[in-house]
């Protein structure tokens, strides 16, 4: 085994932009860099298509799930050809959805970043934790884990309000323009500082961070020394300014600013450490002021000291937050934050009025660590049934089908909880590869930076939640069901729609409607008494004491009676789905059936609604019931993945 081959370049944004690799052939080894092969730093054994579909997948995460397939062509750098066939793959997989022109992230992919969370386990351990604190606090509350010199998020609990945090599972920031970013830092030895200060170099306005505006804007006059404790020293104090504010004067720091040949002064690197003193502005002899995340080292010493760390308006100017690591055996397993906006807090009042509650919940997080027993590994030791699956693929999909990259995808979804540390042995297994595939897959995904190697371990890293997880995190129940419910509508050629039920009343959260003279028209958002709809009726069925008081007839033949109604719902529940026959409106006639969660609780229905004259009773069980339980079993396959490790909103 190639021994921690191409581990990370660079920064964690920095080996993620040598996704745009290998234009040699598309079932090849090792392709080169932006088209060359052989680049310099890519494996021999690397899989090249694995390297392109992983390229692909990065873009469409950064467009925000969709994009064209020209607009992949382009920004990937790969041959049209190529990205047709690797998003026919991905499309094979479930990973993308292709919508005419357009490559759009399916729910599926989230299986990737789900076995990272699983083999974490902390998502399952702490999240509760996270969500009792957020109500409590009535703020929003993140969980974040260190991705080399960034930060990424496994966990928000945010609060929905008109003006709330936008940030998502999966999101990636520099670790120096956030709250956890310092308290991360306070492990890191030498290379992760020279690793941090060459992407600073070579990425100064952040444009590798798409999740957070560029840091072009400077620190305002009041600076971060100032706002952490404003009744102690301040910025200026510990670094005094010359009293004309443009000497150059050299101070006890270092040299002073020193001019070039060509009579520019450049700011010396004690310069850029002291940076202005409060109020100062930029001038020739003191250079620009310090753009955002230059007092990064300084931070870290002082959380180092703290035990907890700000933000202090580093992202974007509003945006608070307070930071305190969760330890597990003495280490950092991840940083909790609570985060505001200065509208209802400053960093300061953030700082004096939650960190005992921030304390006493981090101390809470710690004891569950502690006390948890270790994970034990799900039945994995039967073989996922690829071999198969790619066989079949390849059968109907011919050259369109890249195997290699279906394969290499694989070998991520082989790791979870219980399943942390896997050998290549296990991964093999636990996928059904040979191990000659297995090795040049991870070969290949430790270059990337998506597992690394230890001793003859190989675990997932965080950098496998940015495939696709951050745009699909937020995804909701409606946007998951919409792709469905139009393949329905399609076959069926009648009026699909999704509900969720609001106390004795359904609300319409998606409709897909037909172009029919004659169609049902019911707009989204539309409420409708539960108990004369087939949508409703298969969601009261689910509850122990369905609310069957003050019925009321809206046709003639609208069951009324709250005993024969009972009945209705118990045979409604046994048999799976729901059928109303002009109990709503005269001629209307429609059949549902359940949409569940993973743990089995019905959270919306789905129907197909026509006129009466178009199907029988009997055809509409026969033809169209058999066709909306697939639908509904491909809904909820989604909302499983989809739902794993957070809460899908039902609208």
């Not at 040598?18 to 054994?45: F, K, N, S, Y």
């Not at 108990?531 to 004491?545: I, K, Q």
């Amino acid at each position: 085994m190639a021994a921690n081959v191409g581990a990370a370049e660079g920064s964690a944004t920095g080996s993620e932009r040598a996704g745009r690799a290998g234009q040699a052939g598309d079932e090849g080894g090792a392709g080169g860099q932006t088209g060359v092969p052989d680049a310099p730093g890519v494996p021999v054994e690397a899989v090249t298509p694995l390297i392109r579909g992983i390229a692909v997948l990065r873009r469409l995460t950064e467009a925000d799930g969709v994009s064209s397939l020209s607009g992949l062509e382009r920004s990937t750098g790969l041959a049209r050809s190529t990205v047709d066939r690797i998003t026919a793959t991905l499309a094979r997989r479930g990973y993308v959805r292709l919508d005419g022109r357009d490559a759009v992230l399916a729910p599926r992919l989230m299986e990737l970043g789900n076995a990272y969370l699983a083999a974490l386990r902390l998502p399952r351990l702490l999240d509760a934790h996270a969500d009792a604190l957020a109500d409590e606090l009535d703020e929003s509350v993140s969980l974040a884990v260190g991705d080399q010199d960034g930060i990424r998020f496994i966990h928000q609990a945010t609060r929905r309000r008109a003006m709330s945090l936008s940030f998502r599972i999966g999101d990636l920031l520099p670790a120096e323009r956030t709250a956890p970013g310092p308290l991360f830092a306070t492990e890191w030895g030498e290379r992760e500082w020279a690793r941090w200060r060459e992407r600073r170099a070579a990425d100064p306005e952040d444009r590798g961070f798409p999740a957070v505006p560029a840091r072009s804007r400077p620190i305002g006059t009041e600076t971060d020394s100032e706002r952490r404790n404003p009744s102690g020293p301040t910025h200026g104090d510990r670094y005094p300014a010359p009293d004309d504010g443009l000497s150059s004067t050299p101070t006890d720091d270092g040299p002073a600013s020193a001019p070039t040949d060509d009579g520019r002064i450049v700011p010396t690197d004690a310069d850029r450490d002291r940076g202005p003193a409060p109020g100062r502005t930029p001038s020739p002899e003191t250079g620009p002021l310090p753009t955002l995340g230059d007092d990064f080292e300084r931070r870290t010493a002082e959380a180092r000291e703290d035990g907890w760390a700000l933000d202090d308006q580093l992202i974007e100017p509003g945006l608070v937050a307070l930071a305190m690591p969760v330890r597990e055996a003495g280490r950092i397993a991840c940083v909790v934050s609570v985060v505001s906006h200065t509208s209802r807090h400053t960093a300061a009042d953030l700082r004096d009025t939650l960190l005992p509650r921030l304390r006493a919940a981090v101390a809470a997080m710690e004891r569950e660590l502690s006390g948890a027993a270790p994970a034990t590994a799900a039945a994995a030791a039967t073989p996922s049934g690829l071999a198969v699956w790619t066989g079949a693929s390849k059968q109907e999909l011919g050259r369109e089908f890249v195997e290699s990259l279906a394969r290499g995808l694989t070998v991520i979804t082989a790791f979870g909880e219980g399943r942390s540390e896997l050998t290549l042995t296990e991964v093999a297994h636990a996928t059904g590869l040979a191990r000659a595939t297995a090795r040049r897959a991870l070969i290949t995904l430790e270059h990337l930076g998506y597992v690394t190697a230890h001793a003859r371990a190989f675990r997932l890293t965080p950098r496998v939640l940015g495939l696709g997880f951050p745009p699909l995190s937020r995804t909701s129940l409606a946007e998951i069901a919409a792709p469905h419910l139009t393949g329905l509508s399609e076959r069926l050629r009648e009026s699909v729609s999704l509900a969720v039920l609001t106390g004795d009343e359904i609300q319409y959260t998606a409709r897909i409607t037909t172009s029919r003279i004659l169609s049902v028209h019911i707009a989204v958002g539309t409420r409708l008494p539960a108990y004369a709809t087939s949508l409703g009726r298969v969601m009261l069925a689910d509850l122990p004491d369905p609310p069957l008081a003050g019925l009321r007839p809206l046709t003639p033949r609208t069951i009324t009676d709250p005993g024969r109604l009972k009945a209705v719902l118990d045979r409604v529940r046994d048999e799976g789905y729901a059928f109303v026959d002009e109990e709503l409106e005269q001629g209307l006639r429609s059949i549902a059936v359940p949409v569940r969660e993973r743990g089995g609780r019905v959270v919306a229905a789905v129907n197909v609604a026509m006129h009466s004259s178009r199907r029988t009773s009997a055809q509409c069980v026969d033809e169209v019931l058999p066709e909306l339980l697939a639908t509904a079993g491909s809904v909820e396959a989604d909302l499983r993945v989809a739902g794993r490790f957070r809460r899908v909103p039902r609208t």
